[in-house]
């Protein structure tokens, strides 16, 4: 079974920094790109940031919002890939999930419509 779960997240002050986890089972995860989503309440998910496939991390991509103060790497060991945060801001708060697309050796990018499997998420708050 496929399955994505995501960890780290949490309540901190604006200017702290965070890491997230997702680890995967059911797949090797190094084989997948894989994206950071986010979701405010009463907004849209947004896109966080995605990281090619392969057992580097390459040139990952990010979304504006978090661009210069969010980086995603891959530890393939672990199976997992990590979304460090750092300077978060209050309008960062939102569940933060991982995602994969259906096929390995794809690169959806940005578009969320593109991956299959989904994590839970993982709560961060940030306080001002």
């Known amino acids: 079974q496929v399955q994505l779960v995501e960890s780290g997240g949490g309540l901190v002050q604006a200017g702290d920094s965070l890491r997230l986890t997702c680890a995967a089972s059911g797949l090797t995860l190094s084989l997948y790109a894989v994206g950071w989503f986010r979701q405010a309440p009463g907004k849209e998910r947004e896109f966080v940031g995605a990281?090619?496939?392969?057992?580097?991390?390459?040139?990952?991509d990010y979304g504006d919002a978090v661009k210069g103060r969010f980086t995603t790497t891959r530890d393939v060991a672990k199976n997992s890939v990590y979304l460090q945060m750092n300077n978060l801001k209050p309008e960062d708060t939102a569940v933060y999930s991982c995602?994969?697309?259906?096929?390995?050796?794809?690169?959806?990018?940005?578009?969320?419509?593109?991956?299959?499997?989904w994590g839970q998420g993982t709560q961060v708050t940030v306080s001002s």
């Open positions: 990281i090619s496939w392969g057992r580097g991390s390459g040139t990952p």
């Open positions: 995602a994969v697309p259906r096929l390995v050796g794809t690169a959806p990018g940005r578009d969320q419509n593109a991956y299959e499997t």
